[in-house]
């Protein structure tokens, strides 16, 4: 069903900035939606960005309009999150896959940690 690997995760302090990186196997890249995903402890999964593969971005989640930022690279089969003003809130790991979610390619995820 092809692969996804997510990085970029770690600690930062609220205000602070991650990038998120996400490469995935070209059948996925070329052929589909790609989106980020993230999951809060005790909560779902869901989607808060997703790029096309002309280029248009839609942001699911309000609070991270004009904060966060999806990108892609076609030559390097990677989708970007850069996160800027992060918040305790957008505490979680950060998945990518394509939109809808193919099950079997989910990836291990990359942490991300707000924290004073």
């Known amino acids: 069903q092809g692969q996804l690997v997510e990085s970029g995760g770690g600690l930062v302090r609220p205000g602070g900035s991650l990038t998120l990186s996400c490469v995935a196997s070209?059948?996925?890249?070329?052929?589909?939606?790609m989106g980020w995903y993230r999951q809060a402890p005790g909560k779902q999964r869901d989607l808060v960005a997703e790029i096309t593969i002309g280029g248009r971005t839609t942001y699911s989640v309000d609070s991270m309009k004009g904060r966060f930022i999806i990108s892609r690279d076609i030559t390097k089969n990677t989708i970007y999150l850069h996160m800027n003003n992060l918040r305790p809130e957008d505490t979680a790991v950060y998945y990518c896959n394509v939109v809808p979610p193919i099950q079997e390619s989910w990836g291990q995820g990359t942490q991300v940690t707000v924290s004073s």
């Open positions: 070209a059948s996925l890249f070329r052929m589909y939606v």
